[in-house]
């Protein structure tokens, strides 16, 4: 049997989407591509519209981001998504969590 590097790659990926969507519409509300563009510029991560799009839905759903429809400049109107006070709780929770977690797993692999 042999080592699936993509599959393992994508796990750690798909954990991780959630919080960098969350950062960048904590710092400012915006559209779908205004997101995945902050997402870029801060951390190199490549995101496509077919992973962000259904997850700010499900986010929304879940009450931790706002939505409201912009008439757009070209195009179809933009959905702009802003985090709610439950998506702040949520998002300072899951931050606490990822420094103490990225803490031991750079402990744990730390060689000597």
Do not use: N
């Not at 750690?12 to 950062?23: M, N, S």
């Not at 960048?24 to 510029?41: F, L, T």
């Not at 801060?42 to 995101?47: A, H, K, P, T």
């Not at 496509?48 to 109107?77: D, I, N």
């Amino acid at each position: 049997m042999t080592f699936d590097m993509s599959i393992w790659k994508s796990e750690i990926r798909r954990g991780v989407v959630e919080i960098c969507l969350l950062t960048a519409v904590k710092e400012q509300e915006g559209y779908g591509y205004e997101i995945i563009q902050r997402v870029k510029e801060r951390s190199g991560i490549e995101l496509t519209e077919s992973t962000v799009y259904p997850m700010l839905t499900r986010l929304a759903k879940q009450g931790l981001l706002s939505t409201r429809q912009e008439p757009s400049p070209q195009g179809p109107s933009r959905r702009y998504f802003k985090l709610t006070s439950d998506g702040k709780r949520k998002y300072d929770a899951m931050l606490e969590h990822w420094k103490s977690f990225t803490k031991s797993v750079s402990q744990m692999l730390v060689t000597k």
